[in-house]
């Protein structure tokens, strides 16, 4: 167990639908970021937040949004989603530039 | 051309074998990752530099800000250390991603 939890670790949804992933950082750590692992594009950075802001945004797309709460977890929202969104979602977490921490990810099947 | 590039895409290499995967940069970056990924898919981060060298266990990676150049050493491999090895480089607001090198460590 990394620290870093993200839920659903699988998820099977249709053409259209809007999903929530859920990212849980490793306590203590205030920056979450969100990649994508999808098989043709390879490792994209999507977004980052710090303590709750929006810090480094990437090849995020608008149907795509982001979060953090309070309590540090992260949310990823995926909405009018495509075949072509059905990929692995990575949360990672850090504190600072050291102690970087990866989540298990989030394997989207869009039908 | 793309901004990080990462040479060899394969490397197979026998157990005990001095290993060196490399990754060249075009953008200024503010520090460079190096990520390793089993086959399981599971993602685990081994170096974040800025400058100079760090060294981790058997694993030691230096990079050179000058020549937009970084090195992943693995000293004495091991099949376990069969995986897909990713360099990531860090600008002022973006992440980009080299495309991997997978590396096959033979018992």
């Known amino acids: 167990d990394s620290g870093v939890t993200q839920t659903p670790k699988h998820l099977i949804t249709a053409t259209g639908q809007r999903v929530t992933l859920r990212c849980s950082p490793r306590?203590?750590?205030?920056?979450v970021y969100w990649y994508q692992q999808s098989l043709d594009q390879g490792l994209q950075f999507l977004i980052q937040?710090?303590?709750?802001?929006?810090?480094a945004k990437g090849n995020i797309l608008e149907r795509f949004s982001a979060q953090q709460f309070p309590d540090l977890h992260s949310e990823l929202n995926l909405s009018s989603l495509e075949l072509g969104d059905s990929a692995l979602y990575f949360c990672?977490?850090?504190?600072?530039?050291?102690?970087?921490?990866f989540g298990s990810g989030t394997r989207l099947t869009v039908v | 051309k793309n901004e990080v590039e990462q040479s060899p895409q394969n490397l197979t290499a026998q157990e005990g074998e001095f290993i060196t995967i490399n990754c060249s940069y075009s953008?200024?970056?503010?520090?460079l990752h190096w990520l390793q990924q089993h086959p399981g898919g599971g993602i685990v981060s081994l170096f974040m530099?800025?400058?100079g060298k760090k060294k981790h266990g058997r694993l030691i990676a230096t990079i050179n800000i000058q020549e937009k150049h970084s090195s992943l050493h693995i000293t004495a491999s091991h099949p376990r250390d069969s995986a897909v090895y990713i360099c990531?480089?860090?600008?002022?607001?973006?992440?980009?991603f080299g495309t991997g090198t997978r590396l096959k460590v033979l018992a």
């Open positions: 990672a977490s850090s504190v600072g530039q050291d102690g970087y921490t």
């Open positions: 306590s203590g750590d205030l920056s």
């Open positions: 937040y710090y303590n709750g802001e929006e810090r």
């Open positions: 953008v200024g970056i503010s520090a």
């Open positions: 530099l800025s400058s």
């Open positions: 990531a480089v860090r600008g002022t607001y973006k992440y980009i």
